[in-house]
């Protein structure tokens, strides 16, 4: 592990012209980091099988990018929950059963992990509050965005001033589904059949999971803005557990998107 490169993450054009000043934030990918094999680059997932220190290396290298120590660096043990935690002064390292964080502490790094699902990043730069969450289809379906906002406006954020971006998920051609997950969705909104094209396969459809993620943003009254970058095809760059499943590969890596209000 003698690669000593720094990672260099993605940025959102809406948080860093509007909110440059409040937070420091990336959509880290593949780049910066020592794993090898399927893993290989700067896979952050604890829950992978990669080896433990690799992982422990490449989040500290997260870390480092924000000037930070690796104990700041907040994550959580993502179960596709609407569940949001709050981060303070306090943190001591924990990873409790939820999907997105807030935080108003300077100094504190929010990270979540994906690949595939929809990593999302806020910021009232205004009250300089913070918030990322990680959207797969039950929390982009289910309120983890909404859970987050409302976590925000509790430590004094407004939804009109909060800004958020979704980085680097799987988009709308790539993600192939079946008739029973498309009608999963119709029974909770029938508008939501216009997230959904027919696929090549008799039956199936296309899922655009970033449109109704930034779809739901907006409703929730916030600025929202899409990356458009899809994880499936550029493997240089991203992990995908789509693309893992359809290799038949053992496991896969996550990157990370993270968020930090300055100090």
């Given at each position: 592990?003698?690669?000593q490169a720094?990672p260099?993450?993605?940025?959102?054009p809406?948080?860093?012209?509007?909110a440059?000043?409040?937070?420091?934030?990336g959509?880290?990918?593949r780049?910066?980091?020592?794993s090898?094999?399927?893993?290989?680059?700067?896979?952050?997932?604890?829950?992978?099988?990669d080896e433990?220190?690799?992982?422990?290396?490449?989040?500290?290298?997260?870390?480092?990018?924000?000037?930070?120590?690796?104990?700041?660096?907040?994550?959580?043990?993502?179960?596709?929950?609407p569940?949001?935690?709050?981060?303070?002064e306090?943190y001591?390292?924990?990873?409790?059963?939820a999907?997105?964080?807030v935080s108003a502490?300077?100094?504190?790094?929010?990270?979540?992990?994906?690949?595939?699902?929809?990593?999302?990043?806020?910021c009232?730069?205004?009250?300089?509050?913070?918030?990322?969450?990680?959207?797969?289809?039950?929390?982009?379906l289910?309120?983890?965005l909404e859970?987050?906002?409302?976590?925000?406006?509790?430590?004094?954020?407004?939804?009109?001033?909060?800004?958020?971006s979704?980085?680097p998920?799987?988009g709308?051609?790539?993600?192939?589904?079946?008739?029973?997950?498309?009608?999963?969705?119709?029974?909770?909104?029938k508008?939501?059949?216009?997230y959904?094209?027919?696929?090549?396969k008799?039956?199936?459809?296309?899922?655009?999971l970033p449109?109704?993620?930034?779809?739901?943003?907006a409703?929730?009254?916030?600025t929202?803005?899409n990356l458009?970058i899809?994880?499936y095809?550029d493997?240089?760059?991203?992990f995908?557990?789509r693309?893992?499943?359809?290799?038949?590969?053992?496991?896969y890596?996550?990157q990370?998107?993270?968020?930090?209000?300055?100090?």
């Amino acid at each position: 592990m003698t690669d000593q490169a720094l990672p260099s993450p993605i940025e959102s054009p809406l948080l860093a012209e509007r909110a440059g000043h409040a937070a420091r934030h990336g959509f880290f990918t593949r780049a910066g980091g020592v794993s090898e094999g399927i893993y290989r680059g700067l896979n952050v997932g604890l829950g992978s099988k990669d080896e433990r220190e690799r992982v422990e290396e490449n989040r500290a290298r997260v870390a480092r990018w924000f000037s930070v120590t690796p104990d700041r660096l907040a994550t959580v043990h993502q179960v596709h929950s609407p569940d949001v935690v709050l981060v303070d002064e306090n943190y001591d390292g924990a990873r409790p059963q939820a999907d997105a964080m807030v935080s108003a502490t300077p100094g504190m790094v929010l990270g979540v992990l994906s690949a595939d699902c929809g990593p999302i990043l806020f910021c009232d730069p205004e009250a300089r509050v913070a918030g990322a969450a990680h959207a797969g289809w039950k929390g982009a379906l289910y309120g983890v965005l909404e859970s987050t906002v409302a976590a925000m406006e509790r430590l004094g954020a407004k939804r009109e001033n909060i800004l958020a971006s979704l980085g680097p998920s799987i988009g709308r051609h790539n993600y192939e589904v079946g008739p029973e997950f498309v009608e999963r969705f119709l029974s909770v909104d029938k508008d939501y059949g216009r997230y959904f094209t027919l696929s090549d396969k008799p039956g199936h459809a296309m899922f655009d999971l970033p449109g109704l993620t930034t779809q739901r943003l907006a409703d929730a009254g916030v600025t929202a803005e899409n990356l458009d970058i899809c994880t499936y095809p550029d493997e240089d760059r991203f992990f995908s557990y789509r693309r893992t499943v359809h290799r038949q590969e053992p496991d896969y890596g996550r990157q990370i998107s993270a968020i930090m209000i300055r100090g």
